[in-house]
């Protein structure tokens, strides 16, 4: 593949159905149907389709971020031999460019199931593991960047119209409203001619 030609995003297609052995110095970076894939079997019989399976779950978990994968090695073993139980080991190696490899191991009681389990593992070590390091060509952020793609921009209201302002409401004016010039003049009138006022005026008159 020329360095000069662009490069997609290429989730979900088949991890590895178009690769060679070109160098990764030469091929430089591939998107998922060129990224070496390389299956191996230790004592153990491989169903016939068992390989486009691993090409294609290894496509849906690691598709997304083929452009930063440099290589991936599947390897099935039999831990346990004729004595039976979880004796299907599947250990998937990743070998991502400028980064520390990485490696997980699932158990199952046939391969199928050990692949299955160890490519949903590989799938979220390699999305945390690049995303520590600001890798960008994934999934959330292609939905992220397609999200901020077709939102509709916000609605601006136009300069010269000013929301409206809220008016004041003058205080609700009752019949028995007294002003308090008057109510002034009544409190005297009413502390004049009270009782106490009288007796006391009497009082002073003798």
């Not at 593949?1 to 070109?22: C, F, I, Y």
């Not at 520390?100 to 999305?127: I, N, W, Y």
């Amino acid at each position: 593949m020329s360095r000069h030609q662009k490069l997609v995003n290429s989730r979900n297609q088949p991890l590895g159905v178009e690769a060679d052995a070109t160098p990764r110095e030469e091929r430089g970076r591939t998107t998922a149907p060129q990224t070496p894939v390389s299956i191996h079997a230790a004592g153990v019989e491989l169903p016939t389709a068992l390989s486009a399976y691993v090409h294609k779950k290894l496509g849906v978990k690691l598709g997304a971020f083929a452009l930063a994968v440099d290589r991936v090695a599947v390897r099935f073993a039999d831990i346990n031999g004729p004595r039976g139980g979880a004796d299907s080991e599947c250990k998937i190696q990743i070998v991502l460019a400028g980064r520390p490899q990485l490696v997980v191991t699932e158990r199952a009681a046939d391969v199928r199931s050990a692949f299955d389990a160890a490519c949903q593992a590989a799938g979220r070590a390699v999305k945390r593991d690049l995303e520590r390091a600001g890798f960008t060509q994934g999934l959330k952020a292609a939905r992220r960047h397609r999200g901020r793609a077709t939102a509709p921009p916000a609605a601006e209201a136009p300069a010269s119209e000013a929301p409206p302002t809220p008016t004041a409401k003058a205080p609700r004016r009752t019949n028995k409203y007294v002003p308090s010039a008057q109510k002034l003049g009544q409190r005297a009138r009413a502390e004049a001619n009270s009782p106490k006022t009288r007796a006391s005026a009497a009082k002073a008159r003798r």
